[in-house]
């Protein structure tokens, strides 16, 4: 018995097809073996390999927060976190429960007579989806340097002019 091949017969061992193999000659075994093997390597994907199940859904979750931090959603009020009937409204929040809120006007006045408002309104954390930007830092020589900062949440959404009037409000010429 060539004990080379004895792995590959264990799994089908009482087989008649193992039988009649293990009468064979032994050179046209071997080349079955090899011929097995590379038909087998050929379809074979390890799972490493493999696109994990987890994916999508991270990509998904991925962009959502990537929308939100655009169009300054607060992270409490993403469809992952808030029912939508458990939303309540958080100063500056451009989600669709937020705009449509008919006590935005006065939520906003409070803010606007207390800059703690909206601290005091929503839940502490330690993460940092209440803070304003995200600090992007570089390593240098002399220690730690502030690069970019990354908008996450703006509470002044709705007081201060957004963006975009602010972008249509000056209008640039040239000479
Ligand atoms: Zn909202």
Redesign the pocket.
């Known amino acids: 018995m060539d004990y080379r091949l004895q792995p590959t017969l264990v799994t089908i061992k009482n087989s008649s097809l193992t039988k009649a193999i293990a009468e064979l000659p032994i050179q046209l075994r071997n080349k079955l073996y090899i011929m097995c093997f590379r038909k087998f390597w050929r379809e074979f994907i390890p799972i490493t390999a493999k696109i994990p199940s987890w994916y999508s859904s991270a990509r998904q979750q991925e962009k959502e927060l990537f929308d939100a931090r655009q169009q300054n959603?607060?992270f409490l009020?993403l469809p992952c976190n808030t029912l939508p009937g458990n939303?309540r409204?958080?100063v500056g929040?451009?989600?669709s429960?937020?705009t449509k809120d008919h006590s935005k006007d006065e939520h906003n006045l409070s803010f606007r007579e207390n800059p703690y408002y909206f601290t005091d309104t929503i839940p502490w954390t330690i993460t940092k989806w209440n803070n304003r930007y995200d600090h992007i830092c570089s390593e240098t020589e002399y220690g730690y340097e502030c690069i970019s900062h990354y908008p996450i949440f703006d509470p002044e959404y709705d007081i201060s002019d957004p963006l975009q009037v602010k972008i249509h409000k000056n209008e640039v010429s040239f000479s």
Request: aromatic share 10%; hydrophobic share 20%; with cysteine.
């Open positions: 959603i607060h009020h939303k409204y958080i929040c451009q989600c429960s937020c």
